[in-house]
């Protein structure tokens, strides 16, 4: 009996069913691990904390930091975190810990959607697909406890891009329908979704369309958009103006130099090890200029132009789309023609070799990412804070982490303990608009000092004010510069050292992960 080949057709749907599992797993692993949510999210907490409080009608500002921040941040996110809590009886903080992997997963097969249009080939699509799933960034990024947003950004974003794409390339227009519900949830979803959205659209129709109907089905789309989204943004113009939102939009970080960030292709990839899937991205770019087909490669370009801060997050989109089409038109071909018996050995032996390091890479980034959150000794520490503590009073809050984005105690202390922290960064992208880049180096100045002595103290804490009442000082911090810290045998600090044998300041709480100051 003759053994029964698997179809091209059979093959793309069992990958496309593989990249899905176990891109789920790995979106869902370090969460699992770490009990907790992973890195960020205080913030959300609180939002989705106030949304309840309020019987889900919007409060005029946060409760977070004590800061009066607007509550201006897109919504959705908030809403459905808050309406899963109440309606299962869910802890928010459960929700900030899961949900952002969950819709992390859904992204999968969204990015499958929004691959096939682009690139119009099945088997393509469904290799671009299982680049995206297993790139290790995406896994960290969008399934920490600030993925709340980010996560159902992307998911929508992708929605809407691909719908996008059939009503400019195809001209269907039942297909507006989808790109104006889809967009109207990516404006609700996040701040810098909606700013790819339109770039990534506009481009779409400059590079594949530039028709008359094309443009006048855009404007219908951006109207929709636009009626989906107002009630929302028309309210917060309504109590705070402008200004919010202005100050939000000049924390982008956009410059022509952001371009050379492309040259360390590991931001957008984050591979632990060898950067294999950047290696086949970067390849599959160089590929498509050389046969002078720039939509995808410029595509990667326009993201790092519009807004540089995320664009290592949305660039996984072209550069897996790029690796997926280097795979199926010159590796495999090439695999292929090295196998002389015609038993796709050579392409076997590739898989086999490929398979386990994907999997190694992705458990081990897992494991790395799980270390990163506030552990239980430092949560202890917050709640003796939030019981002991005078509500008005004013910390700083220092972990030794120089990186803002990956500084979890610092994020989480206003959350858990209801308390000012001086020199917590979140939020403030609403507040600081041009002066947010100085408040980023100032931060990382203050966390600089953690190892010396008071002298830097004195100097880099003039930025925040000198009206603060306590110092909470981390000895073990969980990451340096977002990598793992060996931290474990750590028992002190310089910094804890030095206010020991200051008389202006006392102990009030002491174990073996925080050292809490009072300033006398």
Request: hydrophobic share 45%; net charge negative; glycine share 8%.
């Amino acid at each position: 009996m003759k053994k029964q080949e698997l179809s091209a057709g059979d093959a793309g749907i069992l990958i496309l069913f593989t990249a899905t599992i176990f891109g789920s797993l790995f979106r869902l692993l370090p969460v699992w691990m770490a009990g907790f949510p992973i890195n960020d999210g205080g913030m959300f907490y609180t939002m989705v904390q106030d949304l309840r409080s309020n019987q889900y009608i919007p409060p005029l500002y946060t409760t977070y930091n004590n800061l009066n921040i607007p509550f201006a941040y897109p919504p959705l996110g908030f809403y459905v975190g808050a309406g899963i809590s109440d309606l299962f009886n869910v802890s928010p903080l459960a929700v900030i810990r899961w949900l952002p992997g969950i819709v992390n997963a859904l992204c999968i097969p969204a990015f499958y959607f929004f691959a096939k249009e682009v690139l119009n080939n099945e088997f393509q699509s469904v290799i671009a697909t299982l680049v995206y799933a297993m790139i290790p960034h995406l896994t960290s990024w969008l399934s920490m406890g600030g993925g709340l947003t980010r996560s159902f950004g992307m998911l929508f974003m992708l929605f809407t891009l691909g719908y996008v794409h059939r009503v400019f390339i195809q001209n269907d227009k039942r297909s507006i329908w989808g790109a104006v519900i889809f967009g109207g949830l990516t404006v609700l979803s996040h701040t810098e979704a909606p700013i790819y959205t339109i770039a990534i659209a506009l481009y779409i129709w400059a590079m594949k369309s530039r028709s008359l109907k094309g443009g006048l089905n855009g404007i219908l789309i951006a109207i929709g958009v636009l009626v989906i989204a107002a009630p929302w943004y028309g309210m917060i113009i309504y109590r705070h103006g402008m200004e919010p939102l202005l100050s939000a939009l000049q924390t982008g970080g956009q410059t022509f130099w952001s371009l050379l960030r492309l040259i360390n292709i590991d931001i957008i990839t984050e591979e632990p090890y060898l950067d294999l899937l950047g290696v086949f991205g970067v390849l599959g770019m160089i590929i498509l200029i050389i046969k002078k087909q720039y939509f995808i490669p410029v595509m990667l370009v326009l993201m790092y132009l519009v807004q540089p801060r995320s664009a290592h997050t949305v660039g996984s989109i072209p550069l897996a789309l790029a690796a997926g089409l280097f795979f199926t038109e010159i590796l495999l071909p090439a695999l292929s023609k090295l196998d002389e018996a015609n038993t796709n050995g050579g392409i076997k032996v590739f898989l086999l070799i490929l398979t386990p390091y994907l999997l190694i890479n992705s458990i081990y980034q897992g494991f790395m990412l799980s270390q990163n959150h506030v552990s239980n000794g430092e949560q202890t520490t917050m709640q003796w804070v939030k019981e002991n503590t005078p509500a008005d009073s004013q910390f700083l809050v220092l972990t030794g982490e120089p990186e803002v984005m990956c500084e979890s105690s610092a994020e989480w202390f206003p959350a858990l303990t209801e308390r000012t922290s001086l020199s917590t960064l979140q939020g403030r992208e609403w507040l600081l608009g041009n002066k947010f880049g100085e408040f980023i180096g100032h931060r990382a100045g203050i966390q600089s000092c953690i190892d010396e002595g008071l002298e830097c103290l004195d100097r880099e804490s003039s930025y925040f004010g000198v009206d603060y009442d306590y110092i909470y000082v981390s000895i073990q911090s969980p990451t340096k510069n977002c990598g793992p810290s060996d931290s474990s045998t750590r028992t002190t600090r310089g910094l804890i050292t030095a206010l020991e044998n200051h008389q202006e300041y006392s102990v009030v709480y002491r174990s073996e992960k925080v050292v809490l100051f009072e300033k006398k």
